[in-house]
């Protein structure tokens, strides 16, 4: 694992920050996880325009240009040298004295932290996995907007650990009105007589980036889409579910708790998206330019 803290690139034991930074002290920062695809990052000016779309929901001004970072993330991928990187991009509101005063805190910090992806388990693709429907609810958009990527995480952690004590892969989340909203780590799509829908943004999400993408593809293949409210009801008496997440692309989802969802096993819809989804990444890999090739030209 190999970090950028600030422009400087340093090892995981001396990647340090103040424990008077506001991102320690209240959560207060925000963050992006990208992959890579054949040595380059994939969608990063997506990920880049949301990370300063979250920056602009919380009154952070980023230390540094989308164009500079994409730069300081080129030279941390150069030089951890990994086939595969997952890559995570904080922003910080920086160091400060006890307050919640942003004033106090004299300059946000970026970090950009690189280490080997590992690719997921097969078995999740072949198989499908369970999910639990937690009684954690998702925080309410007035309060916290889940549409801020915010390291303010513990509304998923506390989700998450219920989801674990179930053994559960991923934790469903509802919102306030006890409609579906997403999970601790992805959005959550149902499939039900050809139709693929996904709670909307007003129902409290982040408008995940493999969405979008999946939402696009599944449009262009004739599939009838729809970003709507659902409700419990819907995910139990879907033809086919599954879950969407930057590194791990599309993953079936074949039981809710006790709920068998469909037949049981990963849907014919499920997996042609999947199959479109990762051809889709070879044409968008292929089109763009080698980061690291370029910064050599
Ligand atoms: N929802 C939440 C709460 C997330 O944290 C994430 C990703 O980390 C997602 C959805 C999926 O977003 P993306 O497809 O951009 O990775």
Not at 46 to 60: D, K, P, V, Y
Not at 149 to 174: D, V
Request: with cysteine; aromatic share 6%.
């Amino acid at each position: 694992m190999l970090i950028n803290l600030n422009g400087k690139i340093v090892p995981k034991s001396e990647a340090k920050v103040s424990i008077f930074d506001h991102g320690f002290l209240y959560g207060d920062s925000i963050y992006e996880t990208v992959r890579t695809y054949d040595g380059r990052p994939f969608l990063l000016d997506l990920h880049l325009a949301r990370l300063q779309e979250s920056a602009q929901g919380i009154n952070l001004e980023l230390p540094i240009s989308p164009e500079q970072l994409k730069q300081e993330l080129i030279k941390t991928l150069e030089a951890a040298r990994y086939p595969e990187s997952y890559i995570r991009i904080i922003v910080t509101r920086g160091e400060g004295d006890i307050g919640y005063d942003p004033k106090l805190c004299s300059s946000p910090s970026f970090i950009i932290l690189v280490t080997q992806l590992m690719p997921p388990p097969p078995v999740i693709y072949e198989k499908g996995v369970t999910i639990a429907l937690v009684s954690v609810r998702r925080n309410l958009a007035s309060a916290i907007n889940p549409a801020v990527k915010s390291g303010n995480l513990l509304n998923q952690t506390l989700a998450w650990m219920e989801g674990a004590r179930h053994e559960a892969y991923e934790a469903l989340m509802l919102n306030h009105k006890g409609e579906l909203a997403e999970c601790t780590m992805s959005n959550i799509f149902v499939v039900k007589n050809r139709t693929l829908s996904t709670p909307a943004l007003d129902c409290g999400i982040l408008l995940g980036i493999t969405r979008k993408l999946v939402l696009e593809i599944a449009q262009l293949n004739g599939l009838e889409v729809k970003e709507s409210s659902l409700s419990p009801e819907d995910l139990w008496q879907a033809d086919e579910a599954f879950l969407t997440v930057t590194s791990r692309e599309i993953i079936p989802v074949v039981r809710c708790d006790h709920q068998v969802i469909g037949s049981g096993v990963p849907g014919p819809i499920t997996k042609f998206l999947h199959a479109k989804y990762r051809q889709k990444v070879k044409e968008l890999t292929k089109s763009s330019l080698h980061p690291i090739a370029e910064m050599r030209n």
